[in-house]
T-cell receptor, first 113, second 114 residues
Framework: DGGITQSPKYLFRKEGQNVTLSCEQNLNHDAMYWYRQDPGQGLRLIYYSQIVNDFQKGDIAEGYSVSREKKESFPLTVTSAQKNPTAFYLC????????????FGQGTRLTVV | EDKVVQSPLSLVVHEGDTVTLNCSYEVTNFRSLLWYKQEKKAPTFLFMLTSSGIEKKSGRLSSILDKKELFSILNITATQTGDSAVYLCAVALINTGTASKLTFGTGTRLQVTL
């Protein structure tokens, strides 16, 4: 079955540690996105990528980093510079070149203690 | 700065009521507007709108776009408790350079009570 897989579902980390969230898709989509969702809030864009080895900062990129070495994979690293990293993180992908919807993974809930 | 604003932020209705959710936007290079429903984790796709005045309909849900006034509405008729969710509006921009931005609004939390 085609889809987007995020792992892990739940993640706990101590303050000051970097942590990497995984996002893999087998939909052959070009574009991939990372969003952050806080309780009672909408989705805020962290980073997005249209093609391999290229990515753009979203609205809240500070304290985060990404890579796009393969079309299928778009990992997000939450660094110690992110002041308030506890949140729900969603990864999405979509085809480009046409008007298409984005498909989402099931998310990773990160808790920093 | 691209902006997508949804209203109301939250809404409580009784089963059987009709609700209208609003989404307005201020963006450059508009391509399409999308509606999603988020119940627990992953948002699920409802509608994509690209042309003004053409209603999209799926069962009790319908949506329409006004590109002149820069807004869209999502209507839900005869609401059921299963409609309780966060409804998200997003705007996709025409590709600029190598990237295609997809910006979401704050969402509307709908609660349908018996």
């Amino acid at each position: 079955d085609g889809g987007i897989t995020q792992s892990p579902k739940y993640l706990f980390r101590k303050e000051g540690q970097n942590v990497t969230l995984s996002c893999e898709q087998n939909l052959n989509h070009d574009a991939m996105y990372w969003y952050r969702q806080d309780p009672g809030q909408g989705l805020r864009l962290i980073y997005y990528s249209q093609i391999v080895n290229d990515f753009q900062k979203g609205d809240i990129a500070e304290g985060y980093s990404v890579s796009r070495e393969k079309k299928e994979s778009f990992p997000l690293t939450v660094t110690s510079a992110q002041k308030n990293p506890t949140a729900f993180y969603l990864c999405a992908s979509r085809r480009t070149g046409s008007r298409t919807e984005a498909f989402f993974g099931q998310g990773t809930r990160l808790t920093v203690v | 700065e691209d902006k997508v604003v949804q209203s109301p932020l939250s809404l409580v209705v009784h089963e059987g009521d009709t609700v209208t959710l609003n989404c307005s936007y201020e963006v450059t290079n508009f391509r399409s507007l999308l509606w999603y429903k988020q119940e627990k984790k992953a948002p699920t796709f409802l509608f994509m709108l690209t042309s003004s005045g053409i209603e999209k309909k799926s069962g009790r849900l319908s949506s329409i776009l006004d590109k002149k006034e820069l807004f869209s509405i999502l209507n839900i008729t005869a609401t059921q408790t299963g409609d309780s969710a966060v409804y998200l509006c997003a705007v996709a921009l025409i590709n600029t350079g190598t990237a295609s931005k997809l910006t979401f609004g704050t969402g509307t939390r709908l609660q349908v009570t018996l």
